[in-house]
């Protein structure tokens, strides 16, 4: 079971940066897809977006052209860069993994992830 622990998260003005990651423990990090989430308030976790084991990436209409994600598979890390902040981006991120499949997804749900972490607090105010 591969374990997962997110940092980075805060409080950030409005048009402001942060970058998160997430630090993954087991497994072989190089074959896993990699995901972000996350979640506000009485709202249900969304998708923000996803890396595969190809390099490939994915984002959430919301996010593109503001937020990158990336990886270090030496590092079995992934990072989330954040830009251009604005109010509705606060949420709880969660930083998820899906084991290695021979079945290729382009579209990513919450139940495709086998693990989770903690999550981290990202405020941003207005």
């Known amino acids: 079971q591969v374990q997962l622990v997110e940092s980075g998260g805060g409080l950030v003005q409005a048009g402001g940066s942060l970058r998160l990651s997430c630090a993954a423990s087991?497994?072989?990090?190089?074959?896993?897809?990699m995901g972000w989430f996350r979640q506000a308030p009485g709202k249900e976790r969304e998708f923000v977006a996803a890396?595969?084991?190809?390099?490939?990436?994915y984002y959430a209409d919301s996010v593109k052209g503001r937020f990158t994600i990336s990886r270090d598979n030496a590092k079995n890390t992934v990072y989330l860069q954040m830009n251009s902040l604005k109010p509705v981006d606060t949420a709880v991120y969660y930083c998820?993994?899906?084991?290695?499949?021979?079945?290729?997804?382009?579209?990513?749900?919450?139940?495709?992830?086998?693990?989770w972490g903690q999550g981290t607090q990202v405020t941003v105010s207005s």
């Open positions: 998820a993994v899906r084991y290695f499949s021979s079945v290729v997804l382009t579209t990513f749900r919450t139940s495709d992830f086998n693990s």
């Open positions: 087991g497994g072989i990090f190089s074959r896993n897809t």
């Open positions: 890396t595969t084991r190809s390099g490939g990436t």
